[in-house]
T-cell receptor
Framework: QKEVEQNSGPLSVPEGAIASLNCTYS??????FFWYRQYSGKSPELIMS????GDKEDGRFTAQLNKASQYVSLLIRDSQPSDSATYLC????????????FGSGTRLQVQP | NAGVMQNPRHLVRRRGQEARLRCSPV?????VYWYRQLPEEGLKFMVY????????ESGMPKERFSAEFPKEGPSILRIQQVVRGDSAAYFC???????????FGNGTRLTVT
């Protein structure tokens, strides 16, 4: 079982729709959760961080965390073609490996 | 404020040569991380360093790979006797404290011919 799992996609949504990206993790000791966006050939850039159960909203982005289900998601409202990228879920722990563990990413395509 | 600076951006090496990748973290950041990314794949953790100390190298191959983060100067990822399978994008990231979000550099794309 991978430590952090994401559906590789591509996830295709029409412009203006809500894109829902999902991530599950295996270690119950995980404490910090991040979503990064990576355009093709570029470096990852941080979009959202979330540390406690519930929702966290920032503009068109909402991160949702459910530690009991070991599940974190990212919603993108009013999707734009410029949102087309690979979205990486990253998980951090307090013990053991203390660097972030990344999922393999979900490729999002927003159709104009 | 300068972000994480990596150089070179592109590096071509022949099999058997050495590759040296450099990373200067964000000013004030003392935690440096190296990740490797193959095409169409996620980021694979290699090594986590603080100034002069390797904290976690569990993701780094035991042979041919080494990393350092000296008291002065950039962090260096060294790959000796490169093979074609080492071709990848190598990303460096830094953070001010452990557990805080990572700031990534633009990466070094290594091609082994």
């Amino acid at each position: 079982q991978k430590e952090v799992e994401q559906n590789s996609g591509p996830l295709s949504v029409p412009e203006g729709a809500i894109a829902s990206l999902n991530c599950t993790y295996s270690d119950r000791g995980s404490q910090s959760f991040f979503w990064y966006r990576q355009y093709s050939g570029k470096s990852p850039e941080l979009i959202m961080s979330i540390y406690s159960n519930g929702d966290k909203e920032d503009g068109r982005f909402t991160a949702q965390l459910n530690k009991a289900s070991q599940y974190v998601s990212l919603l993108i409202r009013d999707s734009q073609p410029s949102d087309s990228a690979t979205y990486l879920c990253a998980v951090g722990k307090d013990t053991g490996r203390r660097a972030l563990t990344f999922g393999s990413g979900t490729r999002l395509q927003v159709q104009p | 404020n300068a972000g994480v600076m990596q150089n070179p951006r592109h590096l071509v090496r022949r099999r058997g040569q050495e590759a040296r990748l450099r990373c200067s973290p964000v000013k004030g950041h003392s935690h440096v991380y190296w990740y490797r990314q193959l095409p169409e794949e996620g980021l694979k953790f290699m090594v986590y360093l603080q100034k002069e100390n390797i904290i976690d190298e569990s993701g780094m191959p035991k042979e041919r790979f080494s990393a350092e983060f000296p008291k002065e100067g950039p962090s260096i990822l060294r790959i000796q006797q490169v093979v074609r399978g080492d071709s990848a994008a190598y990303f460096c990231a830094s953070s001010p404290t452990e557990g805080s979000p990572l700031h990534f550099g633009n990466g070094t794309r290594l091609t082994v011919t």
